[in-house]
């Protein structure tokens, strides 16, 4: 069985410049997460869809990021602009809503120069 | 609120000497416990996790955790360490709204 699939897997871009993530979950999973991982951190919830509904996205700095999971599948997180701080590992996890598991993808690694 | 505490942030053992992670965490109730591990340019993998029943759980790779609701701890054990855990590992709880809590995770060397 497929895990959850994330590309980029690595990502170099310049300040101020757009850059975006997608993400695949494991069939069937119907909640789709995106956390933010900083160096020596743990990840830290940016936004959770139920299917195609956001429904928790208090912590997505709605500024410069955007994200949408079109048809409950597969879903792009988007930084415009990037700055500096945004270096960071951006994972993408699925779980099914009669298992109370978080599955992880290998997450995409962001580097903003 | 809730939260998750690893008290080690950086953990060195000897290969083949046994291993034990703390964790403790802050929830109104009994949450659902999770541990990852992380390799160096990977993703979270995870180890084992309780819901309930019995205290002690096994996981993936030879590792144990017990849940002790009395000191609000879930930690992690190996027996015999080996060169290939070396990693970082999260703990987790699973928070109200669905989401995962993590703590800062504690970075394991093994020493051969």
């Known amino acids: 069985e497929a895990g959850v699939v994330q590309s980029p897997r690595y990502k170099i871009i310049e300040k101020k410049q757009p850059v975006a993530f997608w993400c695949n979950p494991i069939?069937?999973?119907?909640?789709l997460y995106w956390y933010l991982q900083n160096l020596g951190q743990g990840p830290e919830l940016l936004i959770r869809?139920?299917?195609?509904?956001?429904?928790?996205d208090s912590q997505l700095p709605k500024d410069r990021f955007s994200a949408e999971r079109l048809k409950g599948v597969d879903s792009t997180l988007k930084i415009q602009p990037a700055e500096l701080g945004d270096s960071a590992v951006y994972l993408c996890a699925s779980s099914w809503d009669r298992d109370n598991t978080i599955y992880f993808g290998e997450g995409s690694w962001l580097t903003v120069v | 609120a809730q939260s998750v505490t690893q008290p080690d942030i950086h953990i060195t053992v000897s290969e083949g000497a046994s291993l034990e992670l703390r964790c403790n965490y802050s929830y109104g109730a009994t949450p659902y416990l999770f541990w990852y591990v992380q390799s160096p340019g990977q993703g979270l993998q995870l180890l084992l996790k309780y819901f309930s029943g019995d205290t002690l759980v096994q996981g993936i790779k030879g590792f144990e955790a017990e849940f002790k609701r009395s000191q609000s701890s879930f930690n992690l054990r190996k027996p015999s360490v080996h060169w290939s855990d070396a990693a970082e590992y999260f703990c987790?709880?699973?928070?109200?709204?669905?989401?995962?809590?993590f703590g800062k995770g504690t970075k394991l060397s093994v020493k051969p």
């Open positions: 987790a709880i699973g928070g109200s709204q669905g989401n995962l809590i």
């Open positions: 869809y139920e299917n195609e509904e956001a429904v928790d």
């Open positions: 069939s069937g999973h119907n909640t």
